[in-house]
């Protein structure tokens, strides 16, 4: 992992373009015309399309939570499927990777009885189950990864989570957050990863601790955690509140 | 099969005009979200000007996929239906023999396809056959890619995740293909766009 600032601008470059599109996009709809040729339709405006396409996302939501199993796991493979290289993802370039704040703990807040915070040492001490089974980006490329942590029903009943709670929320010390709802926090394969391929997690994997989900697209799987939350107030997240739909179930 | 009076009929019944163009709309909508959504990972050397995509960005993308889904799924069940229960499968798309094909197609190649209103030819019936087979693989792979652990099994039948997203892609380009051809077609033969929004009669044989 190289820091590289010259690679910033490029790196930038897509982002940069797509608010500057944004940001036409709003004039262009002042002008009060052509709302689609405009782009009108991006979840970004608050004109009648894009509110009738978030209520299409949250109707997609109702659908796919009625179609989750909470018994229906996702494949698994041997370990000579396993994709090398593996694919760092994030919503940042992997030099901007943070590392593992020095006294790191994991916070767990909300709805549960047990509310002291957790030392990796302590998250070790609990069993551990591994997997491997393929990670899916939302943009459609997909690979095949190891991991192996503590299985998160096991973990939210440890610290006497309400389990009719509606939502899990992550929060991340890189400032990503995501959120999930219980049924999916309840199934088996849902684990709060400690090692990767075999080895404890490095920071551009998510050290020291992140959420491993192969029912959700790859963006829920959250890495870095820094706490936990049961709620039932809709936590939204990162992607979430810029137009990823909530659920994303695979 | 609707009967005027006089046993005139119409080159296509309201029922396939309704369904031609809410599937249309659909089938575009579907196509160019479906852009967008390539643009964000894509497995083939190019990419799609972002001017014609639909939603601009991928989360834009898949909440037009996903609009637009519902409605082709309603029209292509309606469709389907329809198709199989009026006979409008057997009459008109069920394609026929292989030397009525050789002889239509070449009588296409040289510009000497006859084409009346109502009845179909062996070329219209293979294209519209072939494009209706693609949009049911289309709809079954992208099941499969929407819910390939919920729907395990359909990824599986395509051969898992990364290949069912392959045929996904392979398909569109089929339908994108069928599209311009069927626009082609229609330039040439521009009274066919008016009886599928009016009811022309079909033109018997003279």
């Known amino acids: ?250 | 099969m609707q009967r005027l009076p006089e046993g005139r009929r119409p080159a296509h019944p309201l029922p396939v005009r309704i369904m031609h163009w809410v599937g249309a709309a659909a089938i575009i909508t579907m196509m160019l979200s479906g852009w967008a959504i390539y643009n964000a990972s894509p497995s083939l050397p190019f990419t799609f000007p972002r001017s014609v995509t639909l939603g601009g960005w991928l989360a834009a993308g898949i909440a037009w996929h996903i609009s637009a889904m519902w409605v082709l799924f309603a029209d292509g069940l309606c469709y389907v239906g329809y198709g199989f229960f009026s006979g409008h499968f057997r009459r008109d798309i069920r394609p026929v023999g292989v030397r009525a094909l050789a002889r239509d197609l070449g009588a296409a190649f040289t510009f000497r396809l006859s084409h009346r209103l109502g009845h179909y030819n062996a070329v219209q019936r293979l294209l519209y056959a072939g494009v209706i087979l693609a949009l049911c693989i289309q709809v079954a792979t992208g099941l499969a890619i929407w819910k390939p652990v919920q729907l395990g099994w359909l990824a599986g039948l395509f051969g898992g995740y990364p290949v069912a997203r392959g045929i996904h892609l392979a398909m569109m380009l089929g339908i994108a293909g069928f599209l311009v051809l069927h626009l082609a077609l229609v330039a040439f033969f521009p009274r066919t766009l008016v009886s599928m929004v009016a009811p022309l009669d079909a033109e018997e044989r003279r």
């Open chain 1, 1 to 250: 992992m190289t820091r590289d600032p010259a690679a910033k601008p490029a790196d930038l470059a897509p982002e940069l373009a797509r608010l500057g599109r944004r940001g036409l996009l709003r004039r262009g709809l002042t002008l009060g015309s052509l709302a689609l040729l405009t782009g009108c339709g991006d979840l970004s405006t608050h004109s009648g399309i894009d509110a009738a396409l978030w209520a299409m996302l949250r109707f997609d939501d109702r659908v796919q939570a009625a179609l989750f199993s909470r018994t229906r796991l996702a494949e698994t493979y041997p370990a000579s499927r396993v994709t090398k290289p593996f694919r760092f993802n994030a919503y940042y370039p992997v030099w901007e990777v943070r590392p593992v704040p020095d006294n790191w703990r994991l916070a767990v807040a909300g709805r549960v009885t047990e509310k002291a915070s957790w030392s990796l040492a302590r998250l070790r001490a609990l069993p551990q189950q591994g997997q491997i089974t393929r990670h899916i980006c939302i943009e459609g490329w997909s690979q095949i990864g190891q991991w192996s942590g503590v299985p998160l029903h096991l973990f939210l009943r440890r610290i006497g989570a309400d389990l009719r709670a509606r939502y899990v929320a992550f929060r991340c010390f890189d400032g990503y957050s995501t959120s999930i709802d219980m049924a999916s926090a309840l199934h088996p394969q849902t684990i709060l990863a400690l090692d990767f391929d075999w080895h404890p997690l490095t920071p551009e994997w998510g050290a020291p601790v992140r959420l491993r989900i192969p029912v959700k697209l790859g963006f829920k799987s959250a890495k870095n955690l820094q706490s936990i939350e049961v709620t039932n107030r809709y936590p939204g997240g990162y992607w979430e509140k810029q137009g990823y739909d909530w659920f994303s179930g695979v």
